[in-house]
C-alpha cells in the first residue's frame, strides 16, 4: 500500500480530530458538499399573512404562493501547501526518545499527518471567519492578494444589525442590558420567524452584562461556582458556557486570527453581541474539488501529497471550497453594545 497516495490521505482527514470551532459549531452547525464549483441555496421568504375573509357561497379568494428566493454563490478555493525537506525525516521529532526511536518512513508520515492536521486547522479557521462575517453583518466579503475582492450579501434585515453609544450603551445609567436582549430577541422572532436560543458574548460585552444586577439575581449557572464566575470565562479560547436565563443560554468567546498584514485580530470586535440559535440553519457548504486526483467530486477536504524530480521535496497539499451560509439569514441579530 502506497501511504502517500491520495486514498490514504484522504482516510487520515475522516479519521483526525477537528479543531475545535464555536461558531461554526454553535450557528453552522450542518456540514454539505456540492458536486458542483458553485454552491446553490434557497432563501424561503413568507409572510404573517391572514386568510381573506369571504361568504361561504362565492369562490375561493386566490393567495400567492410563500416566495423564495434561489442564490448561486462560487465560494472562494483555499489551498495550503507546504514543502517538507527529505532531511526532516533524519532527525529526531518532538517528543521521540532521545537518540530516536522512529524510522524515516514513519517520521514522514507523522509529517504528513501533522501537516494536514495543520492545513484543516487554517481551513477550520477561515471558516470560523466566515461564521463571525455572516453573524455580525449578515455579508461575507472575500478578498486575498491571489483572489478578486467578493462581497457576498445575504440579505439580512438592517434592523437586526444594532449599535448602542452614548446614553444607550450597556454600563450607562439607567440601560437595562437584559431588556436590550428580550427586546432583540422579538425583532428576530418578528422578521425570522424563529427563537433565540443561544446568546454569545465577547470578553468585555460579558462584563458589561455582567454587572447588572438583574442579570447576577436571575443567572442560573448550572454549576456549583462561585458568584464571581464571569471571570472564569476570560482564559479559555473558543466559547465558554457561563448561564442561562429563561429560554436564552449565555456564552462568552474568545478566539484570534492573523490576517494579511500580519497582526493578530480578534474573531469578535470588543463588545460583540450574537443572538441566535438553531432557526438560522446555519450550514457550512462545500464545492466541489477542482483537481483531477479528486475525481472532481464533493469532499469537504482534499489532501494529496507529490515529490518533483528537482529539487525532490515532498509537497503536502490540502484543498477545500468552503462558505459558510445562514438560510434563515434574519434569525440572528448583532449588536455592538458600547
Known sequence: M?????????????????PSSFLLDTYFPSVQVHATEEINFDVVTTARRLAPLVSAVVEGQIVQETGMVAKSVKPA??????PLAPSGALKRMAGEQIGGTLSPADRQMARIAATIADHIGQITRR???????????????????????????????????VTLAGATAWGAAGVNPLANLRAWALLVLKNGGVGVTDITMDADAWELFFA??????????????????????QSNVGGVYQGSIGNFNFYTYAE???DDAGATQPMLPNKTVILGG???????????ILDDAAGLIAMEYFPKSWVPQDPAVRQVLTQSAPLVVPCNVNGCLAATVA
Not at 278 to 288: C, N, R, S, V
Open 77 to 82: 478555493y483555499v489551498k495550503p501547501r507546504t
Open 212 to 233: 447588572s444586577t438583574e442579570v447576577q439575581a436571575q443567572l442560573n449557572y448550572r454549576r456549583d461556582v462561585a458568584a464571581n464566575f464571569s471571570s472564569n470565562s
Open 127 to 161: 471558516k470560523e471567519w466566515m461564521a463571525a462575517s455572516a453573524l455580525r453583518t449578515g455579508a461575507i466579503t472575500l478578498s486575498g492578494d491571489k483572489f478578486p475582492t467578493q462581497n457576498i450579501d445575504f440579505g439580512r434585515n438592517a434592523a437586526l444589525s
Open 278 to 288: 438553531a432557526g438560522l440553519e446555519g450550514i457550512q457548504a462545500h464545492g466541489a
Open 2 to 18: 502506497d501511504i502517500f497516495s491520495t486514498n490514504v490521505l484522504a482516510k487520515v482527514v475522516e479519521l483526525m480530530n477537528r
Open 256 to 258: 484570534w486570527y492573523v
